[in-house]
């Protein structure tokens, strides 16, 4: 019994890494961060993960908006604005940003009329991690917001 349990719980390890390594990393028609963060003299900007503090991952989750526009602002400073695409829902993007240690607002708004504003601190000693998704259904669209110390796992 106790071998069964190893590999069931091997099995379901193995699954979910798969499943996280393929959320992402893309790059085809991935949107692109815009270019204000992408400049070195920002006070948010994009950075190589090791050096974010804040690590932000991106999804449309709507199969009702199969491709919708989302402008992601930190501090007033744009830092996505672009089309994401439902997929398969398994297409979060990426956007290792950089920024002073403190709070922080974020805001996000879709083409479909969904906002969304929440504030956030950031140690400056350690990253934080979040996620945005877009949800979409029957005309009605919402952002929601997850923020964690941890590093995040996606299914």
Request: charged share 25%; net charge negative.
């Amino acid at each position: 019994m106790r071998t069964l349990h190893s590999a069931l719980r091997t099995g379901c390890v193995m699954a979910l890494l798969i499943a996280t390594a393929a959320c992402g990393d893309r790059t085809a028609d991935a949107p692109e961060p815009a270019p204000e963060v992408t400049s070195g003299d920002s006070a948010v900007r994009l950075v190589e993960e090791e050096d974010a503090d804040l690590v932000l991952w991106v999804s449309n989750q709507s199969f009702d908006d199969e491709t919708v526009t989302l402008v992601v602002e930190v501090d007033g400073v744009t830092v996505v604005d672009g089309d994401f695409a439902v997929e398969g829902q398994h297409n979060w993007i990426k956007f290792p940003l950089a920024m002073p240690a403190g709070e922080h607002e974020i805001t996000a708004e879709s083409d479909t009329g969904a906002t969304l504003t929440e504030t956030f601190r950031v140690p400056g000693d350690a990253p934080r991690y979040a996620v945005i998704d877009h949800w979409g259904e029957s005309g009605s669209a919402e952002l929601t917001w997850l923020f964690r110390r941890q590093e995040i796992a996606f299914a």
